[in-house]
């Protein structure tokens, strides 16, 4: 079974070393890094699920390794590190790219809490495998591709991706829509709750047979939505809680 990748591109080597360690305790496959260079050498080599990123560095800074890395069309999460706490500096992590901003020193039980919180939002609960077929299709979870029946390979955006795992970690279960808005787009968003029923209409265009006629997304009506990889599931009537 395949486990998030998390890259630590830190300059100071005891805590690099002790977010390794609880990392790895946890359960992910961990990569160092303790200069810029390094660590662009290894996000492009290695594609990561996450990058842990120190603002300061030797050389190029954080900041500006992120927006490098985006400019580069890379849309891996990235948790900033910094000593600087002033609202100017995390807003410059968070123009350049980064996804969530940590001020040092912090306590290790939110670290890792703002860690697993990322990964939640690009599709991770727990350690699922890399790639999730169903139908004929497979979905592929690192390259953010589907290749469907008919042998075409479709690229997936972040938003139709996170939903999709997020449905395929609780297949047969009912998911609110509240709990994909919480779990895909996190706190850096609020969007309406009708914005779920799009992504999810994108979804049945792809992977359905008929999109009209789902076997595979479920609408519960007044709830959410609840995927069945089998194709036997069926849609609940208007006004049918479950």
């Given at each position: 079974?395949?486990c998030?990748?998390?890259?630590?591109?830190?300059?100071?080597?005891?805590?690099?070393?002790?977010?390794?360690?609880n990392?790895?305790?946890?359960?992910?496959?961990?990569?160092?890094?303790?200069?810029?260079?390094?660590?662009?050498?290894?996000?492009?080599r290695?594609?990561?699920?996450?990058?842990?990123?120190?603002?300061?560095?030797?050389?190029?800074?954080?900041?500006?390794?992120?927006?490098?890395?985006?400019?580069?069309?890379?849309?891996?999460?990235?948790?900033?590190?910094?000593?600087?706490?002033?609202?100017?500096?995390?807003?410059e992590?968070?123009?350049?790219?980064?996804?969530?901003?940590?001020?040092?020193?912090?306590?290790l039980?939110?670290?890792?809490?703002?860690?697993?919180?990322?990964?939640?939002?690009?599709?991770?609960?727990?350690?699922?495998?890399?790639?999730?077929?169903?139908?004929?299709?497979?979905?592929?979870?690192?390259?953010?591709?589907?290749?469907?029946?008919?042998?075409?390979?479709?690229?997936?955006?972040?938003?139709?991706?996170?939903?999709?795992?997020?449905?395929?970690?609780?297949?047969?279960?009912?998911?609110?829509?509240?709990?994909?808005?919480?779990?895909?787009?996190?706190?850096?968003?609020?969007p309406?709750s009708?914005?779920?029923d799009?992504?999810?209409?994108?979804?049945?265009?792809?992977?359905?047979?008929?999109?009209?006629?789902?076997?595979?997304?479920?609408?519960?009506?007044?709830?959410?939505?609840?995927?069945?990889?089998?194709?036997?599931?069926?849609?609940?009537?208007?006004?049918i809680?479950?």
């Amino acid at each position: 079974m395949t486990c998030p990748t998390v890259l630590i591109v830190e300059s100071e080597p005891t805590l690099a070393e002790v977010l390794c360690d609880n990392l790895e305790h946890e359960g992910y496959d961990v990569a160092t890094a303790n200069d810029s260079e390094t660590g662009y050498r290894a996000w492009v080599r290695a594609a990561p699920d996450l990058v842990v990123l120190d603002v300061t560095l030797p050389g190029t800074d954080g900041v500006d390794l992120c927006r490098r890395r985006r400019e580069e069309g890379d849309r891996t999460p990235v948790l900033l590190l910094s000593a600087r706490s002033q609202a100017e500096d995390r807003v410059e992590g968070l123009a350049a790219g980064g996804d969530d901003y940590l001020a040092k020193p912090f306590h290790l039980q939110e670290f890792l809490l703002r860690v697993k919180a990322l990964l939640r939002r690009r599709g991770w609960e727990g350690a699922p495998s890399a790639t999730f077929a169903f139908g004929g299709h497979r979905v592929d979870y690192r390259s953010w591709t589907a290749r469907l029946t008919d042998g075409r390979e479709v690229p997936l955006g972040e938003r139709e991706l996170g939903i999709f795992r997020m449905l395929a970690s609780r297949a047969g279960e009912v998911v609110s829509r509240d709990d994909i808005l919480d779990g895909v787009w996190g706190s850096d968003a609020f969007p309406a709750s009708r914005t779920v029923d799009n992504f999810v209409v994108r979804l049945r265009r792809l992977f359905e047979p008929d999109p009209s006629r789902p076997i595979y997304f479920h609408t519960v009506w007044g709830v959410g939505y609840r995927f069945t990889p089998s194709g036997d599931g069926r849609e609940d009537e208007p006004g049918i809680e479950t």
